[in-house]
């Protein structure tokens, strides 16, 4: 059974555009607070609560040594959202396979070529 609170809260801090492009940069390897704060125009404070953020629902994690502190992407962070994602498309492609099954059924010609049409108007 999927844990839906996960779920949300991955959802809520993925909606966050700042927060996505934080990832995008820990997806390229770890990096310091300071480094990922660089390219916004925002404040220490600021970048430390989008990162607080993502780590609360386990999308980063981080350690500090003295006063360096370092984030990295946390592996299986996005696999509560995958695994909901991947129940919910399977039944849908499922349906969508048989709906072109009937459709195939359902049609009593094959799809004449061009050439077909072509030799038909002659």
């Known amino acids: ?14 909606v966050e555009p700042t927060r996505r492009q934080i990832l995008e940069r820990l997806s390229c390897g ?4 300071s ?12 970048v430390l609560q989008h990162l607080q953020a993502l780590e609360a629902c386990g999308l980063i994690r981080s350690e ?7 984030c990295r992407i946390e592996p299986g962070g996005l696999a509560p959202l995958a ?3 991947a129940e919910r498309r399977i039944p849908a ?30």
């Open 1 to 14: 059974m999927l844990n839906y609170s996960e779920i949300d809260s991955i959802l809520r801090a993925l």
């Open 30 to 33: 770890p990096a310091t607070v």
């Open 35 to 46: 480094q990922l704060a660089e390219p916004f125009g925002m404040t220490f404070a600021a």
């Open 64 to 70: 500090k040594i003295g006063r360096v502190r370092t």
């Open 83 to 85: 695994d909901w994602i």
């Open 93 to 122: 492609e499922r349906h969508l396979d048989r709906l072109g099954q009937l459709l195939a059924e359902t049609d009593p010609s094959p799809p004449k070529s061009q050439d077909q049409q072509k030799d038909e108007k002659q």
